[in-house]
């Protein structure tokens, strides 16, 4: 099993802060509109900005560490999960179509993302945070051992 490229933890603690910015910025205003002491609110807003985000920024380590990948000789297993840890195989018979992408932040840090389809919506299978050459490659060796012509 391999691990996903570490600058993927670069793009998940972006993501996470500006999730985190938007409940932060939520939670300010309800605060501000509550009436509360300045003493209390202000013990609030720090505690409350602490809590969000602090918290995913400390999930995106756990996230990262259990993210796994391999390629078994008839299937492709991912692992994955903070909180209930999953374990995807999807033999390569099924595979049907293989996407690589990347949005702007990913393109940035250089990092792709490899989408599999099948002919089952409960199998489609995704790998993040891959190095751009990697994922390319990954593309092709599934591909390949899929038996598709168009490999090349």
Same mark, same amino acid.
């Given at each position: 099993?391999? &691990? @996903?490229? &570490?600058?993927?933890?670069?793009?998940?603690?972006?993501?996470?802060?500006?999730?985190?910015? !938007?409940?932060?910025? @939520?939670?300010?205003?309800?605060?501000?509109?509550? +009436?509360?002491?300045?003493?209390?609110?202000?013990?609030?807003?720090?505690?409350?900005?602490?809590?969000?985000? $602090?918290?995913?920024?400390?999930?995106?380590?756990?996230?990262?560490?259990?993210?796994?990948?391999?390629?078994? #000789?008839?299937?492709?297993?991912?692992?994955?999960?903070?909180?209930?840890?999953?374990? +995807?195989?999807? &033999?390569? !018979?099924?595979?049907?179509?293989?996407?690589? +992408?990347?949005?702007?932040?990913?393109?940035?840090?250089?990092?792709?993302?490899?989408? @599999?389809?099948? =002919?089952?919506? !409960?199998?489609? #299978?995704?790998?993040?945070?891959?190095?751009? $050459?990697? =994922?390319?490659?990954?593309?092709?060796? @599934?591909?390949?051992?899929?038996?598709?012509?168009?490999?090349?």
């Amino acid at each position: 099993m391999r &691990p @996903i490229d &570490p600058r993927v933890r670069r793009q998940w603690r972006i993501e996470a802060l500006a999730g985190s910015g !938007f409940t932060l910025a @939520i939670g300010v205003i309800a605060l501000l509109t509550a +009436s509360l002491s300045r003493l209390w609110t202000a013990v609030l807003l720090i505690g409350l900005g602490a809590l969000i985000v $602090a918290g995913p920024q400390a999930l995106v380590e756990l996230r990262y560490r259990y993210w796994r990948y391999g390629m078994g #000789a008839d299937t492709l297993v991912l692992e994955y999960g903070v909180w209930t840890h999953r374990q +995807s195989m999807t &033999p390569y !018979f099924r595979v049907q179509n293989v996407d690589v +992408s990347q949005g702007p932040l990913e393109r940035w840090l250089g990092l792709k993302r490899l989408t @599999i389809r099948t =002919a089952s919506a !409960f199998t489609d #299978a995704t790998i993040p945070g891959l190095d751009a $050459a990697e =994922a390319e490659n990954l593309r092709l060796l @599934i591909l390949e051992r899929a038996g598709r012509d168009a490999a090349v």
